[in-house]
């Protein structure tokens, strides 16, 4: 059964900064590149980044490019991300999903599993 789960999220000074963290079981890490999205109340999940299965690609949406940095430990079976200069408006529920193959990675319908999610507040 495989599972995604993540951990990191909290509440947070705008300016401050968190790591998220998402540790995958049940699959074989290095064979699914990995992602982030997130979701405010009221509004449609949204892409925030991906990143390849050898770690060697990323791609970031235009709102974090800059302020977030996706990485991840295929020993460790873990995807993260850095979140700096962190802004009222990327509160949200933050999710990591696996996907295979070549596909937009921004499109959250790639992706074949989810995690629960964990929840990223931003007081200003």
């Known amino acids: 059964q495989v599972q995604l789960q993540e951990s990191g999220g909290g509440l947070v000074q705008a300016g401050g900064s968190l790591r998220l963290s998402c540790a995958a079981s049940?699959?074989?890490?290095?064979?699914?590149?990995m992602g982030w999205f997130r979701q405010a109340p009221g509004k449609e999940r949204e892409f925030v980044a991906a990143?390849?299965?050898?770690?060697?690609?990323?791609h970031y949406a235009d709102s974090v490019k800059g302020r977030f940095t996706i990485s991840r430990d295929n020993a460790k079976n873990t995807v993260y991300l850095q979140m700096n200069t962190l802004k009222p408006e990327d509160a949200a529920v933050y999710y990591c999903?696996?996907?295979?193959?070549?596909?937009?990675?921004?499109?959250?319908?790639?992706?074949?599993?989810w995690g629960q999610g964990t929840q990223v507040t931003v007081s200003s």
């Open positions: 999903a696996a996907y295979r193959g070549s596909v937009r990675q921004a499109d959250d319908w790639n992706y074949d599993y």
């Open positions: 990143i390849s299965r050898s770690g060697g690609i990323t």
């Open positions: 049940g699959l074989t890490f290095s064979n699914y590149g």
